[in-house]
């Protein structure tokens, strides 16, 4: 093989490699695309998104999955069930376990899931289910709407995202 060959095969292999996904993050950004927060999802792990019912003022967290690029709503478990936390549906599944009330089988797929930052509703995230929870009124203003989404992720993207370069 000829010398001159081997800077430009290694700079392919490079970037290729660079630009190869690497994982699922989860996203906030508010509604210009500007990233609020983000973090890597672990394979298997869900997104929780938590806040206090506005009927009962329980806590009620609904889970996410990340799949190719959009959110997968699976899951919502509540403390305290009663008034305004729903019924199954056909399809999904009503359990006890933890202390919680448990309805899976949702199944909705989103591409954003938008919340308005609220006042008493205290909206959270957590990445699994013993991961740091980020407040979204620490990131936006109450009443302000920041979308949850999931993005595909490489070694390119979270080094062109660390220098400043790369809002989503």
């Known amino acids: 093989m000829r010398h001159w060959l081997i800077l430009p095969i290694t700079i392919t292999l490079?970037?290729?490699l660079a630009c190869c996904p690497t994982g699922q993050r989860v996203v906030l950004i508010d509604r210009e695309g500007e990233i609020?927060?983000?973090?890597h999802v672990p394979e298997g792990e869900y997104v929780?998104?938590?806040?206090?019912h506005s009927f009962n003022k329980g806590l009620v967290e609904d889970g996410y999955e990340l799949v190719d690029g959009k959110i997968i709503l699976r899951s919502t478990r509540v403390r305290q069930y009663g008034a305004g936390i729903p019924e199954p549906e056909p399809g999904q599944v009503f359990s006890v376990h933890d202390g919680y009330y448990q309805i899976d089988g949702f199944d909705i797929e989103l591409d954003t899931q938008w919340t308005f930052v609220g006042r008493i509703a205290d909206h959270r995230l957590r990445v699994g289910e013993d991961g740091e929870i980020v407040h979204y009124d620490q990131l936006a203003s109450p009443g302000t709407p920041v979308g949850l989404k999931a993005d595909n992720w490489s070694v390119a993207k979270q080094f062109l995202w660390r220098l400043g370069k790369f809002a989503g």
């Open 14 to 16: 490079l970037t290729a």
């Open 36 to 39: 609020l927060y983000s973090a």
């Open 48 to 52: 929780w998104l938590l806040y206090t």
